[in-house]
């Protein structure tokens, strides 16, 4: 069993940036798919990034591609997300998630992944 724990997340202005951090713990993360979604209010789940076991491939939503990376560092456990250029559009609850049974790929469809976070608040103001 993983437990998955969000942070960085706040207030910031348009044009801004913050770092998402998503710290593991239990189970073997190093080896799970990675993926970060949102959730703005009265909208539906959406995929933002995903990343492989090994960092070596990434994918990300169309809207965030060119603003946000994401990473990790298996030796702490952690992914991250890099969010530079935020917009109001971007005011979500954040969460990550992971994958179990990737095998090396990168998915965008959240009823793939197992373990999922409590999420973090991002809100941008214009």
């Known amino acids: 069993q993983v437990q998955l724990v969000e942070s960085g997340g706040g207030l910031v202005q348009a044009g801004g940036s913050l770092r998402l951090s998503c710290a593991a713990s239990g189970g073997t993360f190093s080896r799970y798919g990675v993926g970060w979604f949102r959730q703005a209010p009265g909208k539906e789940r959406e995929f933002v990034a995903a990343i492989n076991w090994s960092g070596g491939s990434t994918l990300y939503a169309d809207s965030v591609k060119g603003r946000f990376t994401i990473s990790r560092d298996n030796a702490k456990n952690t992914v991250y997300l890099q969010m530079n250029s935020l917009k109001p559009e971007d005011t979500a609850v954040y969460y990550c998630?992971?994958?179990?049974?990737?095998?090396?790929?990168?998915?965008?469809?959240?009823?793939?992944?197992?373990?999922w976070g409590q999420g973090t608040q991002v809100t941008v103001s214009s």
């Open positions: 998630a992971a994958d179990k049974t990737a095998w090396g790929n990168t998915r965008r469809y959240s009823y793939l992944y197992d373990y």
